[in-house]
């Protein structure tokens, strides 16, 4: 059923919100996914604060240049969903990257919005790879404590050496 141009104005204005208000947007190509697969992932998804909707081509590239942005560079091939938003700027495209494992053949990542730039697949593939936030804070306090644990261990070899 052909939707009108209200309808379409509703959606397109829906698009921009998500990819003007989220870090970092995902375009994602989908086929041949069954309802309770995509039934958990938006569960997960939503879980994590990240928007999922399908929509036309045409209506994401119409709503990638009402924000300022060539619709025609982004590389939207097949069916296109757009996932938005998240706890941090990685959480949409690294969700997006553990669904495609599991549904491998699909689900792909296209390409999408990072901090206001479009960004091409390859891209965007590199920054789904990043850990979450927690993650990386974690590593960096390892670091951090790594030197000063060493130096403990040396001491206490040394004391025991004495002693």
């Known amino acids: 059923m052909a ?10 204005e829906k698009l921009e919100k998500a990819l003007k208000e989220g870090v970092s947007s995902v375009f994602v190509h989908f086929s041949r ?6 039934s958990a992932m938006r569960r997960a998804l939503r879980k ?12 994401i590239r119409r709503a990638l240049n009402a924000l300022g942005h ?8 097949g069916e296109v969903a757009v996932a938005s938003g998240g706890s941090d700027a990685t959480a949409a495209a ?3 990257h553990e ?8 689900l792909t990542i296209l390409g999408g919005l990072f901090e206001g730039k479009l960004v091409a697949q390859e891209m965007m593939r590199e920054i789904a790879t990043i850990p979450p936030m927690q993650s990386l ?22 004391a025991e050496k004495k002693a």
């Not at 060539?70 to 091939?77: C, R, T, V």
């Open 3 to 12: 939707k009108t141009k209200a309808e379409k104005a509703v959606i397109i």
């Open 33 to 38: 996914v069954t309802v309770a697969e995509e």
């Open 48 to 59: 994590e604060g990240v928007s999922y909707f399908v929509a036309k081509k045409t209506l």
């Open 70 to 77: 060539k619709g025609d560079d982004a590389q939207l091939d």
């Open 94 to 96: 690294r969700l997006i």
């Open 99 to 106: 669904f495609s494992k599991k549904l491998t053949d699909k």
């Open 137 to 158: 804070r974690a590593m960096l306090a390892q670091i951090l404590n790594s030197p000063r644990q060493r130096f403990a261990v040396v001491l206490s070899k040394v």
